[in-house]
Every structure is written in C-alpha cells, then in structure tokens.
C-alpha cells in the first residue's frame, strides 16, 4: 500500500516558468513533510519542510502548500532554473514515529 | 555542515557473496537509516536505528541485517547476496523524531 504517491513520473518545464510538483498521501496521521531533491549519483538533498499546522512555507524559490482536507502537497519552483533538473522526492511523518514514507519520485527537467 | 559517508561508491559482487555497506556520520545523530532505491519504487526502508546496539525493521527487512556497535556507525549486511538485491542503498542520519534526514551519497551495488 503505497501511502505517499508522486503520480508524475516526470515534468519538463521552460526555463523561467513555474514548476508544480504533486504529492497525495492516504495515511492522515502523517503531520509533517518534506521535499527532497536528488541528482544522479548523488544522495537526497532536503529541500524544504513543512508541518501540519501551516498550510503554506515558503524558502526562496521553493514553496510548499498543504491542503491537509485532500491530503494533497505540492512544491513550487518560481522561476525554474536548469540546475533544478532532478529528482524530487515527497516524504511524509508522524509524531511519535522514526519513520519517513517516501514517494516514488518525479524527474524534472527544466528546459534552457 | 552534516556529512554522511557510504565505504563504497560502487560495488560488484557475486551472487551468494557476505556483503557489507558502511555509513558513518559525523554529527552526533540518534537516529540511522538504511535505505534502497529502485526505479518506479522510490526509496524503501530496510532498517533503521535510534541507538547504538538498537534496530528495528523496516519495509524490506529481508535478506538484509545491520549492526551499530557506535553510535556514528550504521552497518548493512546482505548475509547472501542475490541479484534482485542489485539496487542503489542510501544511508541517512537524523537528529531525533521529525528531523531532517541526512542522506550520504549512496552505493550502486550490481549483483552478478
């Protein structure tokens, strides 16, 4: 049972332009999320976070929003750069857990 | 600035083989983590710990134990190994609960 899913396996985006990547979870104990950025031959990289109680954060270029009523979160990259072609991964956690749910990941690819 | 470091970039074994991953961090994390990625799949938890001498199992637990006799010191043995065991494995450290998790830069293991 897949409880974190990244439903795009891959996003091809102009240079520039905003890049929308989605997350769907199903568990509604999860309470706290991350974004992590992966390139080939290199392990994650955490991008941004963010927590049940906000419904947006927000880091530079990145943001995250949570709409906890669809169990939804997505990132937005605004503008796109080609050095943000990767792969990003959603996660997600609960309170009183060690354990980290991994999406299967969308490749980007920002386009010069 | 946390750093994780994996023994081995890339290794190839023989079916059947003892195998071991080494990771170590050096930032004083509680919490240690062995991870697979595979295409489509994402990243999947084999096993993690939140002490030394202490593990518990993740999702894909079998064929697959661990050690940590130090505390910045995470080991994972493929006590046999087999080609469907031919991945990429991500070690990762985090702090404590709902922490940022660290992640080294991988082994590409294949399997023959």
């Known amino acids: 049972d897949q409880q974190v899913k990244q439903n795009s396996p891959s996003l091809s985006v102009q240079e520039g332009r905003i890049s929308i990547l989605n997350c769907d979870y199903t568990n509604s104990m999860f309470d706290y999320f991350l974004w992590y950025k992966k390139y080939p031959a290199e392990g994650p990289t955490f991008l941004i976070s963010?927590?049940?109680?906000?419904d947006k954060n927000e880091d530079g270029r990145f943001t995250v929003f949570l709409n906890k009523s669809a169990k939804h979160l997505s990132l937005h990259i605004v503008p796109s750069q080609p050095g943000d072609s990767a792969v990003y991964f959603c996660a997600a956690t609960y309170s009183g857990t060690y354990k980290y749910i991994f999406g299967t990941g969308t490749r980007l690819k920002v386009l010069a | 600035d946390v750093k994780v470091t994996q023994s081995s970039r890339y290794l190839v074994k023989r079916t059947g083989e003892k195998v071991f991953l080494e990771c170590v961090q050096d930032?004083?994390?509680?919490?240690m983590f062995w991870y697979r990625q595979d295409p489509g799949l994402g990243l999947r938890l084999i096993y993690f710990s939140y002490d030394v001498k202490m593990k518990e199992k993740g999702d894909i637990p079998e064929g697959y134990s661990v050690s940590r006799e130090k505390k910045e010191r995470f080991s994972l043995i493929l006590e046999s190994a087999s080609t469907n065991q031919t991945s990429m494995y991500l070690c990762a450290s985090s702090r404590g609960d709902q922490e940022t998790q660290y992640f080294g830069p991988g082994t590409r293991l294949l399997v023959l």
């Open positions: 930032m004083d994390h509680e919490n």
């Open positions: 963010i927590s049940s109680i906000k």
